[in-house]
């Protein structure tokens, strides 16, 4: 019989969210995937209990087979040395703590970030949320109201970013909802949305997002978060594609990771890949010192020396500035470049 909706328009609709709860979750099944004697990696497998494994089926079918270094694998895999208590790192390098709940973090003058939705679509090991304390629920129905009048009674405010863990792990109806209520407000002319979701499943930007993002009156922005150019694939472009076409600004935020992406070499090809895509490099981060993370740590002078052969090698809308996150700034604090001899 005949199928009456056409296979490829029903498996864009709707599936990200079962592509979402078919996500890898247990250590020893993404290494049977990857064709990887789960025997090498038993010692590590035990860090998954300082924060879980989580790996969407997209993303894991961009790592390289049987290669124990792939650098999509290192950046989601737990590891031994993960236990480590490094000096200097805590489990809140942003003093953030103390205003999760809230759903609102207003630190600079016309930006206001909203946490929309606690989880993520994949578990960042050197992510500095692995100990922030928020549940996976949506921000409710009051928490938005106060949030709606804090913006309104702060001219100052123009711009409003979706964060999280992951806005775009909230339903479609819920953010357009929330959006269609920020449009209104006469001082507000962006929305931004920082996500990670649709690198690692590019079906999230189907068309019931595109229908209520690319139509909001507002100037939009959307920033993903790619470390390393084998996450950029043809899906993830197609899907941008449109969002391009449509008038949105892409955006990419990176950190620098070692073993990841230390390298002028991995940098210049992702900065080629987004560009491809229609993306501009915008940020690349310091890592921030979570405890847990420090194996991932890059020198200041190294980054330095990365950035120098960048400038050189790239046109200067290919170089992202590199950035440092410091508690209690009025903004991401630009890290100094001079290579002091
Ligand atoms: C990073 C961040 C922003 C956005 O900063 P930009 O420099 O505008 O990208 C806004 N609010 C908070 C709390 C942030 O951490
Ligand atoms: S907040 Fe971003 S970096 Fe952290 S776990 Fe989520 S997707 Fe990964």
Known sequence: MAQIIPKNRAGVEHNWQKELADSFTDPVQLLHYLNLPVDDFTHHIEARRLFPMRVPQHFASLMRQSDPDDPLLNQVFPLAAEFTQAKGF???????????????????????????RGGCAVNCRYCFRRHFPYSDNAINKQEFEQVLT??????????????GGDPLMA????????????????HIKRLRLHTRLPVVIPNRLNNEFFDWFARLPLQKILVIHANHKNEIS???????????????????????????????????????ALFDAGVLPYYLHVLDKVQG???????????????????????GFLVPKLVREIGGQPGKTPIDLHLHP
């Open 171 to 186: 339903k479609d109806l819920q953010l357009a909802w929330m959006a269609e209520q920020i449009a209104n407000i006469s």
């Open 150 to 163: 804090y913006i309104k009674q702060n001219n100052e405010i123009n711009e409003v970013i979706f964060s």
């Open 90 to 116: 805590s489990s809140d390098p942003l003093l953030e703590h103390d205003t999760a709940g809230q759903g609102v973090l207003h630190k600079y003058k016309s930006r206001v970030l909203l946490i929309v």
């Open 293 to 315: 993370a420090a194996h991932f740590e890059v020198s200041d002078d190294k980054a330095r020396h990365i950035m120098a052969e960048l400038i050189k090698r790239q046109p």
């Open 234 to 272: 043809q899906d993830l472009k197609q899907n941008l594609r449109r969002l391009r076409q449509a008038g949105v600004t892409l955006l990419n935020q990176a950190v620098l990771l070692k073993g990841i992406n230390d390298s002028a070499d991995s940098l210049e090809l992702l900065h080629e």
